[in-house]
């Protein structure tokens, strides 16, 4: 009889441990929310659009050999990161690039991160900021159309310091890409040049380096794709100057290149700074960026 109760006890001890284990494993099995699986949903839905853009567009008509080869080799990866604000998506960013620099020295490893729920970056002025300012590892101050980036964007988690950025480059892709914008003034007109981003590190009125456009340049000075030809009112001689340090005005208008970087939604493309390397890299991409203007 003792035997018995003894058996039976140990069964309700038993069948209470099995109860709380069952407790327990549930508490690790909630259901996902529907309106957070609406979310993932949408959110790949919007990594697999940057991704076909990325495939039917760059890859296929041949707009950059070094992103083709990497996919080739299984070394692209695209993230659709859930950031809702410029400071998540910086450590977003952070943490993509101390990854890839993990990776070793094989070639041609790359993260593209899209980025479609930063709700500022819908305008692409600031996004364009944020980009170039950590793509120097400094925090954004203004635009380069001379706008103080509001409270909402200027917070000191998204403004801070971007740490360990220097291992990689970042490229920009948005849908209103436009960064590249040529001045339609002639020979002898003024233009304005920020050859130091002021306006997006320390001064968003910055009224930038008059210098007088010169078209044609000299026969001395090759002017390249998305550059001008421009001698600074200070004093120095002529010399070319990237579009991307030209203060924008409202007569200047946008090159057609700019198409190459309007995917469907705002990314960011980082770039191993080792893979960067080498001395026919400046070569080749010029005269990529050559075969790409012709192009459109």
Not at 60 to 67: Q, T, V
Not at 77 to 85: E, L, N, Y
Not at 203 to 229: K, L, N, S, T, Y
Request: proline share 7%.
């Amino acid at each position: 009889l003792k035997s018995h109760r003894c058996l039976n006890g140990m069964a309700r001890r038993a069948g209470l441990v099995v109860a709380l284990s069952w407790v327990a494993l549930s508490a690790f099995c909630v259901p996902v929310p529907p309106s957070r699986r609406l979310a993932r949903a949408a959110l790949k839905e919007r990594c697999d659009e940057v991704e076909g853009w990325m495939n039917d567009f760059i890859i296929k008509r041949g707009f950059c050999p070094w992103a083709a080869r990497s996919v080739e080799a299984g070394r692209l990866q695209i993230r659709c990161a859930p950031a809702k604000s410029a400071g998540e998506a910086r450590k977003v960013v952070e943490e993509e690039v101390k990854q890839l620099s993990s990776f070793g020295n094989g070639k041609l490893f790359s993260k593209l991160l899209v980025f479609a729920e930063v709700e500022t970056w819908d305008d692409f002025d600031v996004f364009d900021a944020y980009v170039r300012a950590w793509d120097r590892g400094r925090p954004p101050v203004g635009t380069r159309h001379g706008r103080f980036l509001r409270p909402s964007d200027a917070t000191a988690e998204a403004t801070g310091q971007a740490t360990g950025l220097a291992t990689c480059r970042l490229v920009a892709f948005h849908p209103q890409f436009a960064r590249w914008l040529l001045p339609e003034r002639g020979n002898g007109s003024v233009i304005h040049i920020d050859l130091m981003q002021k306006r997006v590190f320390s001064d968003p009125g910055f009224p930038g380096e008059p210098a007088m456009m010169i078209d044609p340049a000299p026969e001395e000075i090759e002017v390249g794709p998305r550059q001008v030809c421009a001698q600074l009112l200070t004093g120095s001689g002529p010399c070319t100057w990237d579009l991307e340090s030209l203060i924008p005005e409202e007569d200047f208008i946008l090159l057609p290149d700019n198409e190459l970087h309007r995917s469907p939604h705002p990314a960011i493309h980082l770039i191993r700074q080792v893979d960067l390397d080498g001395s026919n890299i400046i070569t080749e991409a010029n005269e990529l960026r050559r075969k790409n203007a012709e192009a459109f």
